[in-house]
């Protein structure tokens, strides 16, 4: 689910290949694609993984998710 997730997000930037699970709802014309694949790699491993929401935190609020 975590590659998935990265590959929607950047492919929502860069839009060369086919949307394999998410359409985006707004253009994310010059985005980061690595903060797309950072941020879309964490909400993914944070919905996966709960538990572990505590370890997680201080690297969400040392990169602003």
């Given at each position: 689910?975590?590659?998935?997730?990265?590959?929607?997000?950047?492919n929502?930037i860069?839009?060369?290949?086919?949307?394999?699970?998410v359409?985006?709802?707004?253009?994310?014309?010059?985005a980061?694609m690595?903060?797309?694949?950072?941020?879309?790699a964490?909400?993914?491993?944070k919905?996966?993984f709960?538990?572990?929401?505590?370890?997680?935190?201080?690297?969400?609020?040392?990169?602003?998710?």
């Amino acid at each position: 689910y975590v590659h998935i997730a990265i590959y929607d997000a950047v492919n929502a930037i860069e839009g060369r290949y086919s949307v394999f699970a998410v359409r985006p709802t707004t253009n994310p014309q010059g985005a980061s694609m690595d903060a797309a694949a950072a941020a879309a790699a964490y909400t993914m491993l944070k919905w996966l993984f709960p538990s572990a929401s505590a370890a997680t935190s201080p690297l969400a609020s040392s990169t602003n998710f």
